[in-house]
């Protein structure tokens, strides 16, 4: 069974990064893409990003200058990182593997809520 | 405000059946595969159909996705208390070159 992980930081103060990972089991890296989606609370879907497992990444557009995200095979997780935090940017945190296309996502973690606070 | 429209609820009685709307444009919807969700309060969105009308794996053929044009639907007949849940249609934008979601809907099983 595949399932993914979300870890990091609930608390990030504005102006800082957001910095999360996703550990991936029962389900091979290649050939998939990763994404990661978020949801502000009381709010709808939002998607940030993927990789593929080659490396290749695509942003939102309106995420895209403040947006990295990277993978490491070998540890079978991949990470996202977000710069310049704002309270808009307090959400739960989904990471999620791409079904056959970058854009059905068919196995997705339980979500963590990043708040940003001083 | 989301690139694709759904009406913020629905609601239908037990044993009954419900539709969803989706609305985009040939950005998106028109020129691509719809997918829907279904989330339950508290939890992780959860694949319900992929391309426009395929039902996930061990999902139940009480659910079935349609597309016409530039607007999907998704349709649930036999409606259980169990599937009082924001329902939620997904696509890619290639104007955008994203993944668009719809705002969710609400869907109430009185």
């Known amino acids: 069974q595949v399932q993914l992980q979300e870890s990091g930081p609930g608390l990030v103060k504005p102006s800082e990064t957001l910095s999360l990972t996703c550990s991936v089991s029962?389900?091979?890296?290649?050939?998939?893409?990763w994404s990661w989606i978020r949801q502000p609370p009381g709010k709808g879907l939002e998607w940030i990003g993927y990789?593929?497992?080659?490396?290749?990444?695509n942003y939102n557009p309106s995420l895209r200058s403040r947006v990295t995200v990277s993978v490491d095979t070998s540890k079978s997780q991949f990470s996202l990182r977000l710069s310049s935090v704002t309270a808009a940017d307090t959400a739960v945190y989904y990471c999620?593997?791409?079904?056959?296309?970058?854009?059905?996502?068919?196995?997705w973690g339980q979500g963590t809520l990043v708040t940003v606070s001083s | 405000q989301s690139v694709l429209t759904q009406p913020p609820s629905v609601s239908a009685a037990p044993g009954q059946k419900v539709t969803i709307s989706c609305s985009g444009s040939?950005?998106?919807?028109?020129?691509?595969?719809v997918s829907w969700y279904q989330q339950l309060p508290g939890t992780a969105p959860k694949l319900l159909i992929f391309?426009?009308?395929k039902r996930h794996s061990g999902i139940p053929d009480r659910f079935s996705g349609s597309k016409s044009g530039t607007s999907a639907t998704l349709g649930i007949t036999g409606l259980q208390t169990g599937d009082e849940a924001d329902y939620y249609c997904?696509?890619?934008?290639?104007?955008?070159?994203?993944?668009?979601f719809g705002g969710g809907t609400k869907l109430t099983v009185l």
């Open positions: 391309e426009n009308n």
């Open positions: 990789i593929y497992y080659s490396g290749t990444t």
């Open positions: 997904g696509t890619w934008d290639g104007s955008l070159s994203a993944v668009v």
């Open positions: 029962g389900a091979s890296f290649n050939n998939y893409y």
């Open positions: 999620a593997k791409g079904y056959s296309t970058s854009s059905v996502f068919d196995f």
């Open positions: 040939s950005s998106n919807i028109g020129n691509n595969y």
